[in-house]
């Protein structure tokens, strides 16, 4: 069952002046528990406190609401966290109000079983006809606005299909609908450079340091559909999935990367 904390409070109710709800002023994070600790929590606090700043405001509380994910953590033991923080009440207009209260909201869920599965056999991955904006204002954060993800999950996905691999608005590759992408190319490992859209998420960057301390060269590139295809080996990457091996992206087929179990291993992201 979801239980949902306002403010520190149980409650399901935010004032109908929030500027999270009126024009998706805020950021928010996912983050897995796992044996009731929640894995990566200051990376996690970390981006969403940059994601702020990108934004205008300061986190605040942010000793709080850490310790405030440690106790929820204890009472979960394994499953999921979601903290959205918006700017908090405002006007009626744009302008964002010159003090802030922030509001935060944490819910606690289950992680869908599904994921396992997906972790230990790969998935398959349709390209979406819904591409992404270029915005670089915005580009790498999770903020609260996720209309365009709206949009591509409102399609259904081909049979034998898991998610959507999403382009930019120029034809380059960003993630999937969920999670970060990589891809193999001889002895490097490249993922999409994230510099005009997309969501730069936190098992992202533990991925890129996990490779660097295997001797494992990462870029962060664009990457064209065709450089996709032409590669042999693609994985994606979110705090919930982890590490999850790519079997096929439309016609074209890709083998499982040796080293993803590895990956798992050293991030101690196995379920």
């Known amino acids: 069952m979801t239980s949902i904390f306002v403010n520190g409070l149980p409650q399901h109710h935010v004032n109908s002046s929030d500027r999270g709800l009126a024009y998706g002023d805020g950021a928010f994070a996912t ?43 204890k009472t979960l033991k394994n499953g999921c966290i979601k ?3 918006s700017r908090g009440v405002g006007g009626r207009g744009y302008t964002a109000p010159s003090s802030v209260e922030q509001t935060e909201v944490i819910s606690l869920h289950q992680i869908p079983a599904i994921y396992q599965q997906w972790q230990q056999h790969g998935i398959s991955l349709s390209v979406s006809d819904v591409t992404l904006a270029r915005q670089p204002l915005l580009a790498g954060m999770k903020h609260l606005n996720r209309l365009e993800q709206v949009l591509i999950k409102q399609h259904d996905l081909p049979t034998t299909f898991d998610d959507w691999l999403v382009l930019d608005t120029e034809g380059f590759v960003v993630e999937s609908s969920m999670a970060n992408v990589f891809i193999v190319e001889n002895d490097s490992v490249i993922t999409p450079s994230l510099s005009y859209s997309g969501v730069s998420g936190v098992m992202r960057e533990q991925v ?34 982890g590490i999850v091996d790519i079997n096929k992206v439309n016609h074209c087929d890709f083998s499982t ?4 179990r590895n990956l798992l291993k050293k991030l101690k992201l196995s379920f």
């Not at 897995?32 to 205008?56: P, W």
């Not at 990367?257 to 993803?260: A, E, K």
């Open 31 to 73: 983050m897995r528990v796992s044996h009731s600790q929640v894995l990566f929590i200051y990376a996690h606090i970390e981006r969403l406190k940059q994601a702020c700043l990108r934004l205008g405001f300061t986190l605040q509380h942010q000793s709080e609401l850490t310790l405030q994910l440690e106790e929820h953590a």
């Open 208 to 241: 890129m340091g996990a490779l660097l301390d295997s001797h494992i060269n990462v870029f962060a590139e664009p990457i064209s559909l065709k450089r996709l295809y032409e590669t042999k080996h693609v994985f994606i990457t979110n705090s919930l999935l």
């Open 83 to 85: 903290l959205l923080v």
């Open 257 to 260: 990367w040796s080293f993803s």
